[in-house]
């Protein structure tokens, strides 16, 4: 586990990450987010279930984290 | 150091766009949750009238005659619109007591397509969901309310861009999804509350931001009637509201012209803002999932149904349309709908996490000032 200190020295095994190191996870989030909520405006049936599966990433990958967060005390 | 500099004013920015707005998001998002399933709880209400069942060709009567009756159930009533539902043969008659309807006061009478027996009627009064539509669109303050929740809107959206622009400094040397759970309480919502914040930014922002056009419904329709209606209304300076000679009429002319668009509702000559007072707007749609969203005003002359005038939408219309179920989540059935309450409510988490953070960052400031920036402790290097 990595901690930083309100100083800013963060455990030396850890090297600081890059812009798009940090904002790629959330981009690919993002385009899928943005992808589900456009697919299902355009049809139904295949497109409706495209666009659910697209949006229920950033759902999914709240509740995984989350759920971890509250038990990997 | 400048670095830090704009660190801390960027926090700054988030920290009081997101202050600013926070009861008023939370408010939002707490009645948008119930407005989410409000078919559903119509439906479970019985708000919703069904017709009886007949074969299936059974033929319909006039449009005229469906009124006919209606006004039949309150005499020298004035006729606002007639809306054609697609899914049964049911036509709802809007009437006002008076030439221009106080809000929401009007009633609703239900009429049946095929036998012009009236079904139902609905007397102007508010129910539970109304009250809690009435709150999230304009808190019962009228234009100024919905306005002014369209700034909330952009105050939001402010605080979302803040959010994401710190979420680098924060992350920089954290792998994605860490949570910092043993260090203490403030760490675990601070990393929970950026995790959260940015897996559904590209919601909120979505949801924000059509929010806030929404709000822009009865400006933006007064800017088309004003810019479409005085050239069309010239001929007819000083005239009185002219009555309509048959909206069955009106209808056919206008399907005959357009025979792939169904016909959605007839407003009805009037001189409130909603009309036209000497022609009757017949709203079209679309057939496909998306078309049948986007709907086209078709004007025909009250007294000459041969005379019809189909006006392009202008683009701030058609931008308005696409907003609706951007923000209402009702266009992809209801597993749609249940990804929609569940961002809702990890929106609720993000807030509430975000003043929980705020106060006790305040806390720690008091206590030890010299910890208290915000910034200081992702250390950006």
């Not at chain 1, 049809?43 to 967060?69: E, F, M, N, Q, T």
């Not at chain 2, 399907?255 to 009309?275: E, H, M, W, Y």
């Not at chain 2, 266009?331 to 996490?353: E, F, H, R």
């Amino acid at each position: 586990m990595t901690r930083i200190a309100p100083g800013g020295t963060a455990s030396p095994h850890f090297r600081p990450r890059s812009t798009w190191q940090v904002f790629r996870a959330p981009l690919a989030v993002g385009l899928a987010a943005a992808a589900g909520l456009t697919f299902a405006l355009f049809g139904d049936g295949v497109w409706d279930a495209v666009s659910w599966v697209a949006l229920s990433i950033p759902v999914v990958l709240s509740l995984i984290y989350g759920l971890r967060a509250a038990g990997g005390r | 150091m400048a670095r830090a500099r704009t660190i801390r004013l960027w926090s700054s920015v988030h920290t009081w766009t997101s202050l600013a707005s926070m009861l008023f998001l939370l408010m939002l998002c707490i009645t948008g949750l119930p407005l989410i399933f409000h078919d559903e709880i119509d439906d479970w209400l019985e708000r919703e009238i069904a017709a009886p069942d007949m074969p299936a060709d059974t033929p319909r009567v006039s449009l005229d005659r469906a009124i006919a009756a209606a006004q039949a159930r309150f005499p020298g009533q004035y006729v606002l619109f007639a809306s054609l539902q697609q899914s049964e043969p049911l036509v709802t008659v809007a009437l006002s007591p008076t030439p221009v309807p106080a809000p929401g006061a009007f009633h609703r009478v239900t009429i049946d397509a095929r036998t012009a027996a009236v079904l139902g009627e609905e007397a102007p009064h508010l129910d539970v969901m109304d009250i809690v539509l009435r709150i999230h669109k304009d808190m019962f303050a009228g234009l100024p309310g919905e306005l002014f929740l369209g700034v909330i809107g952009l105050v939001l959206v402010l605080s979302l861009i803040s959010g994401v622009v710190l979420y680098g400094p924060f992350m920089r040397k954290l792998a994605f999804g860490t949570v910092r759970g043993h260090a203490s309480p403030r760490l675990r919502w601070l990393d929970t509350h950026n995790l959260l914040g940015i897996l559904t930014v590209t919601w909120m922002l979505a949801v924000g931001l059509t929010g806030t056009i929404n709000t822009l419904a009865t400006p933006l329709f007064d800017l088309w009637r004003a810019q479409l209606l005085p050239s069309l209304l010239a001929p007819y300076q000083g005239r009185p509201v002219a009555k309509a000679a048959s909206v069955e009429a009106a209808v056919t002319a206008v399907r005959t012209r357009f025979p792939d668009r169904l016909i959605s509702s007839v407003t009805l000559p009037t001189a409130a803002r909603f009309g036209s007072p000497q022609h009757l707007i017949v709203w079209t749609k679309g057939r496909t999932p998306f078309s049948a969203r986007m709907l086209r005003p078709v004007l025909v002359e009250a007294e000459d149904a041969e005379r019809i005038v189909s006006p392009e939408v202008p683009w701030y219309l058609q931008g308005l349309q696409v907003s609706r179920p951007l923000h209402f989540g009702d266009y992809g059935g209801w597993p749609l709908k249940i990804i929609w309450a569940l961002l809702d409510l990890i929106a609720i988490i993000v807030l509430g996490s975000g003043v929980y953070l705020w106060a006790a960052r305040r806390r720690v400031a008091r206590r030890n000032p010299s910890l208290a920036v915000d910034a200081g402790e992702a250390a950006p290097s």
